[in-house]
C-alpha cells in the first residue's frame, strides 16, 4: 500500500529565513508527488508535482521540492519565507497504476515576524 | 470558470438525519473524488469516479453513498448520519497523472 509520512506536525520559522518542509514516500514503481497548500477555511491549492525529469522541481509562490529516490523523500522548500506562506501544507504520492492518491498528514507552517 | 465548486458551505445534522453534499467541475475532466480532512488525519478517499458512470470505494466508504450523475457532477449521500462524520468534505477533480484540484469544502456537523 502506498503512504506519505510527514513527521513534523508544525514547522516554526522567522521571516526571510529558509522554509523546508519534510515529506517521505513509499509507493510501487515510479512516483507520482505533490505538494498542495491549505490556507483557514479553504480547499487545498496545488503548489508543484513531480513526475519524470529534472530532480529540483520549481511551483507556485517561490516553492520548489528536491526529489530523492534514494531517501524515498520529496521535501518542500524555499529560500525566503514569507509571513503569508503560514498555512497547512500537504505532501501527496501515487504510483504504480494506482488511481489513488495517498496524503500525509500535514504540516503546519507558522512564519514568525 | 468556476473550477470545482461545492454545496453546502455549512451543515448542521441530528444524528440519522440524511444529506446529500453536491460538487460539480467547469475543467471536463474526468476523474472525480470525495475526501474527508479530519484534524492530524490528512485526507482520506472516500469514494472516487474514474469516469461518468463508474463509481469505487476508497478508503472510509462505509456510511456514504455517491453518485456520478454526468461528467460534471459528483454528490455524496449520508443516508444516516452519526457524529462520527463530523468532518470537513472535499470534491476533487483531475486534471491528468494524479493532478487534483479542490472545492472550498463543506463543514459538516453532527450532533
Known amino acids: 500500500a502506498q503512504s506519505v509520512a510527514q513527521p513534523e506536525d508544525q514547522v516554526n520559522v522567522a521571516e526571510g529565513n529558509p522554509l523546508t518542509v519534510k515529506c517521505t514516500y513509499s509507493v510501487s514503481g515510479n512516483p507520482y508527488l505533490f505538494w498542495y497548500v491549505q490556507y483557514p477555511n479553504r480547499g487545498l491549492q496545488f503548489l508543484l508535482k513531480y513526475i519524470t525529469g529534472d530532480n529540483l522541481v520549481k511551483g507556485s509562490y517561490g516553492f520548489e521540492a528536491e526529489f530523492n529516490k534514494s531517501q524515498t523523500s520529496f521535501h518542500l522548500k524555499k529560500p525566503s519565507a514569507l509571513v503569508s506562506d503560514s498555512a497547512l501544507y500537504f505532501c501527496a504520492a501515487a504510483g504504480g497504476g494506482n488511481n489513488r492518491l495517498a496524503f500525509g498528514k500535514g504540516n503546519q507552517v507558522v512564519v514568525i515576524p | 470558470n468556476a473550477g470545482v465548486t461545492q454545496t453546502p458551505k455549512f451543515q448542521v445534522l441530528k444524528t440519522g438525519q440524511s444529506m446529500t453534499l453536491q460538487c460539480a467541475q467547469d475543467m471536463n475532466h474526468n476523474s472525480m473524488y470525495w475526501y474527508r480532512q479530519d484534524p492530524g488525519m490528512g485526507l482520506r478517499l472516500i469514494y472516487y469516479s474514474a469516469s461518468e458512470g463508474t463509481t469505487d470505494k476508497g478508503e472510509v466508504p462505509n456510511g456514504y453513498n455517491v453518485s456520478r450523475l454526468n461528467k460534471r457532477e459528483f454528490s455524496l449521500r449520508l443516508e444516516s448520519a452519526a457524529p462520527s462524520q463530523t468532518s470537513v468534505y472535499f470534491c476533487?477533480?483531475?486534471?491528468?497523472?494524479?493532478?487534483?484540484?479542490f472545492g472550498p469544502g463543506t463543514r459538516l456537523t453532527v450532533t
Open positions: 476533487a477533480s483531475e486534471l491528468s497523472s494524479y493532478e487534483q484540484y
